[in-house]
């Protein structure tokens, strides 16, 4: 994402460690997950001076207690993964099943000044 490189890297990050660790502690009988929530209004966030143009157009309109809601349901779940809220669910599964390149345009899109 424009605007925020180090939080997405961070993302991907956390995605590919999770995806590790379940593999390899699977022997143990160990399960590793994620949760995967777009942007929590937050005072943190919402203190902050500059705003990407994506957060101004998707809008920040999870809250924290909807991520400790889904933090409970992964718990009684066999994902890896838990995408949280409609929007995002609907983003990260569009972004499984569609070319790279038209990921990329729809980021820009979303992006732009």
């Given at each position: 994402m424009p605007h925020l490189a180090s939080y997405s890297a961070s993302k991907f990050a956390?995605?590919?460690l999770t995806e590790a660790l379940d593999l390899e502690w699977a022997k143990h009988g160990i399960r590793v997950a994620d949760l995967m929530p777009p942007f929590v209004s937050t005072p943190m966030l919402n203190n902050q001076r500059f705003q990407a143009p994506v957060l101004r157009r998707l809008g920040v309109n999870l809250h924290a207690e909807a991520v400790a809601q889904a933090a409970w349901a992964q718990?009684?779940?066999?994902?890896?993964?838990r995408p949280i809220s409609l929007q995002f669910k609907l983003l990260y599964w569009s972004g499984q099943i569609t070319p790279a390149w038209i990921t990329r345009r729809i980021m820009a899109w979303l992006s732009r000044e």
């Open positions: 956390v995605r590919g718990t009684q779940s066999r994902a890896v993964h």
